[in-house]
């Protein structure tokens, strides 16, 4: 079972975390399953961009990105070339290091 760590984040995991999740999670799935509540406002459905991280380690190993999720990620702030929306990127059989961007471009946040 891949092992996810995630970097400190002020909001949402101010010391950082390590959970692990089976392969076949989305790594949105696997944060909010561990009571990390990132923000996504589209319900994982890659309407939006709430749920964007940078994969630091392990970006390979994730499942290949599709053409909508490369296109919603180009609104994205902090894009950077290791990018990924959390609710499409699927972990496979490694670990992974991801960063919650410090902004996202939600405009109203949801409680979900």
Same mark, same amino acid.
């Given at each position: 079972?891949?092992?996810?760590?995630?970097?400190?984040?002020?909001?949402?995991?101010?010391?950082?975390?390590?959970?692990?999740?089976?392969?076949?999670?989305?790594?949105? @799935?696997?944060? +909010? /399953?561990?009571?990390?509540?990132? *923000?996504?406002?589209?319900?994982?459905? %890659?309407?939006?961009?709430?749920?964007?991280?940078?994969?630091?380690?392990?970006?390979?190993?994730?499942?290949?990105?599709?053409?909508?999720? @490369?296109?919603? +990620? /180009?609104?994205?702030?902090?894009? *950077?070339?290791?990018?990924?929306?959390? %609710?499409?990127?699927?972990?496979?059989?490694?670990?992974?290091?991801?960063?919650?961007?410090?902004?996202?471009?939600?405009?109203?946040?949801?409680?979900?």
């Amino acid at each position: 079972m891949p092992i996810i760590k995630i970097l400190p984040h002020a909001e949402y995991c101010p010391d950082g975390a390590e959970l692990k999740a089976p392969a076949g999670t989305s790594i949105c @799935e696997a944060l +909010l /399953d561990n009571g990390i509540a990132i *923000e996504h406002a589209c319900d994982q459905v %890659c309407a939006c961009t709430t749920c964007h991280v940078v994969v630091r380690e392990g970006f390979a190993s994730l499942s290949e990105m599709e053409e909508g999720e @490369e296109d919603m +990620l /180009d609104r994205a702030w902090g894009l *950077e070339p290791n990018s990924r929306l959390s %609710c499409q990127a699927i972990l496979g059989q490694k670990d992974v290091l991801v960063e919650i961007p410090k902004y996202s471009i939600n405009h109203a946040k949801e409680k979900h």
